[in-house]
T-cell receptor, first 118, second 116 residues
């Protein structure tokens, strides 16, 4: 099946620094990718929809200036957590849709990134 | 807005037995997809089974099957012959099937433990 590579798998950073997380579709093109956030023992909450070549669409309550999304190519979307603070510590997961497949096809998930902000 | 509710935070099942996880959802749409995802300790999301709302027949995938009741907006997952590897968090999810709509709405999850 299709593979979505997400890096890094974990990152520890100091408060106030920025962290970039990459989501890459390895064997398919993805014009649309999604970024989710998951707190411990909770569900996945959609943060934003990343569209290749255009601005991301953010869910209500998600600060677009804090969570910068760039989808500059058909296989790569990045999420940058700017000026990270301890409350940003969470598990971030991306998913991607194979553009070449029918609309009823499934989404593919990355393996997630655990962000810990000290 | 669509909502997905999983009323069982935790469930346990004896190995080789059968367990059913519950899920209800709320939507005003008539055409949509429903999913069950498994999240093991590795936290990799794994698609277990998918149901298209326009299909009356319940989806099955080996030991996994669903009971889809569209009128009741219920979508339960049955795991037969439970195995130790089935222990994980299980999330029910909804997706509208309209063009350009691929966002998933997840329930809060059910933690399944399998007792040897």
């Amino acid at each position: 099946g299709a593979v979505v590579s997400q890096h890094p798998s974990w990152v520890i950073c100091k408060s106030g620094t920025s962290v970039k997380i990459e989501c890459r579709s390895l064997d398919f093109q993805a014009t649309t990718m999604f970024w989710y956030r998951q707190f411990p023992k909770q569900s996945l909450m959609l943060m934003a929809t990343s569209n290749e070549g255009s601005k991301a669409t953010y869910e209500q309550g998600v600060e677009k200036d804090k969570f910068l999304i760039n989808h500059a190519s058909l296989t790569l979307s990045t999420l940058t957590v700017t000026s990270a603070h301890p409350e940003d510590s969470s598990f971030y997961i991306c998913s991607a849709r194979d553009t070449g497949q029918a609309t009823n096809e499934k989404l593919f998930f990355g393996s997630g990134t655990q962000l810990s902000v000290l | 807005a669509q909502t997905v509710t999983q009323s069982q935070p935790e469930m346990s099942v004896q190995e080789a037995e059968t367990v059913t996880l519950s899920c209800t959802y709320d939507t005003s749409e008539s055409d949509y997809y429903l999913f069950w995802y498994k999240q093991p300790p590795s936290r990799q999301m794994i698609l277990v089974i998918r149901q298209e709302a326009y299909k009356q027949q319940n989806a099955t995938e080996n030991r996994f099957s669903v009971n889809f009741q569209k009128a009741a907006k219920s979508f339960s997952l049955k795991i037969s012959d439970s195995q130790l590897g089935d222990a994980a968090m299980y999330f029910c999810a909804y997706r509208y099937s309209g063009a350009g709509s691929y966002q998933l709405t997840f329930g809060k999850g059910t933690k399944l433990s399998v007792i040897p």
